[in-house]
């Protein structure tokens, strides 16, 4: 029997800081230490290091003078410009996935959109912010576009803690979503469909978040 291959230490710290960054657990402008994320994570000094370097690169982290890293604080200019691009690659992912989508992937679609329903009940951010993550990337595996997935993965790690910031300010009865709208298109197989439930879903977040930010 063959082992399973065990994910090298500086990818697992790298990809648990990157969703960490995602779903918002550090706020915009929130300073960061390599010692405090070793810490953080039990992970060696190497390790983080390489993982900050990466996700500087990614623009979800900024190196700033004396080896300090922020969580970087979006200007709505710039918020507006990730939306664009979201608005434009989102919509066309949700399209691919709707011709490549099995039974099971529609099943298991509408299980995680009954948690995002859940969390949106009980004003449970962190738990909602995940599940919405996780229902959205769910379609995007399924587009099977590896090129157009790392283009959305590093606009969401960059949107990310803004997002949290907006659910905190407004709560989640703020966050109505199109998630059945898209379920519906996925199921008539429908790609039209599926674009414009996306781009509609996506429009909603894009509002709350540039209500909010600084010009």
Not at 123 to 151: K, M, Q, W
Request: charged share 30%; proline share 5%; aromatic share 6%.
């Amino acid at each position: 029997m063959t082992e399973s291959k065990k994910i090298p230490e500086h990818q697992a710290i790298y990809e648990k800081l990157r969703d960490a960054i995602l779903v918002g657990k550090f706020a915009p402008g929130e300073p960061l230490t390599i010692q405090g994320l070793a810490e953080r994570y039990g992970a060696g000094m190497t390790p983080v290091r390489e993982s900050i370097r990466r996700l500087t690169a990614e623009h979800a982290l900024q190196t700033l003078g004396n080896r300090r890293v922020i969580v970087p604080e979006l200007t709505r200019r710039q918020i507006e410009d990730i939306y664009f691009l979201r608005l434009t690659i989102e919509p066309e992912l949700a399209s691919k996935a709707t011709k490549l989508m099995s039974e099971h992937d529609l099943k298991m679609l509408a299980a995680v959109d009954k948690e995002v329903d859940l969390a949106i009940e009980r004003g449970d951010v962190e738990t909602y912010l995940e599940r919405n993550r996780a229902f959205h990337f769910s379609i995007y595996d399924c587009a099977d576009a590896p090129v157009l997935l790392r283009c959305v993965q590093s606009l969401w790690v960059q949107i990310g803690p803004s997002q949290r910031v907006v659910c905190g300010r407004y709560g989640t009865a703020s966050l109505p979503d199109k998630h059945s709208e898209l379920l519906s298109a996925f199921r008539a197989q429908d790609p039209r469909a599926a674009a414009i439930a996306m781009r509609e879903d996506l429009e909603q977040g894009m509002d709350l978040i540039c209500q909010s930010s600084a010009d």
